[in-house]
């Protein structure tokens, strides 16, 4: 069905893993903020069959206008703290999936999720700065760039200066 072996159909759903777990169980769960061992202790799955599930969704989810983060940011003494208000199911998904291209090992689902959207914000302001981002169009860095500046409004704050804050932290406080 897909590159991906561990995912399959079985009797009109798609499954993961060896007994196959519906995926959306374990998507619903990935979306309630679950941790890993919680969801690999209630199914018959291991971490790599729900990132794999993660995976699937996330390639198969199209973007749409309900394709939304919202950010509150506050800027204290050159520290930059993002804090994501509410998130889409679909833009939790990506930035999950985005997060294991930078720590392919890592199998926490928050930390993938942190990971994920700080080196897309990251991305995104670089790639305007180039200007080789399209805002317009629906795609992962576009929505997340439009997001920190729609939180960063009322800031006389320039897309260089937010840039070089973020590197110079090298983290962000993302709750």
């Known amino acids: 069905m897909d590159n991906n072996l ?4 079985r009797n009109g759903n798609i499954v993961v893993g060896s007994l196959f777990v519906p995926i959306r169980d374990i998507i619903s769960d ?12 209630r199914y018959p799955v291991t971490e790599a069959d ?3 599930a993660v995976d699937y969704l996330a390639d198969h989810y199209d973007f749409d206008g309900s394709n939304l983060i919202n950010l509150r940011i506050e800027i204290r003494e050159g520290f930059l703290e993002i804090q994501p208000t509410s998130v889409s199911d679909s833009i939790f998904l990506k ?5 294991r291209i930078f720590t392919p090992k890592d199998t926490n689902i ?10 897309c914000v990251i ?5 305007k700065l180039e200007g080789s981002l399209d805002t317009q169009i629906d795609n992962l860095h576009g929505i997340i760039y439009n997001s920190v500046k729609k939180a ?24």
Do not use: P
Not at 30 to 41: E, G, Q
Not at 95 to 99: E, R
Not at 123 to 127: D, K, Y
């Open 95 to 99: 930035l999950i999936q985005f997060g």
């Open 50 to 52: 729900v990132l794999d």
């Open 123 to 127: 991305e995104s302001i670089e790639a």
């Open 152 to 175: 960063l409004s009322d800031s006389d704050l320039t897309d260089q200066a937010i840039l070089d804050l973020l590197k110079e932290e090298n983290e962000v406080t993302v709750q």
């Open 30 to 41: 990935v979306l309630d903020r679950r941790r890993m061992d919680w969801i690999t202790n």
């Open 6 to 9: 561990n995912i399959t159909t």
């Open 110 to 119: 928050e930390s993938l999720f942190n990971k994920g959207f700080l080196n």
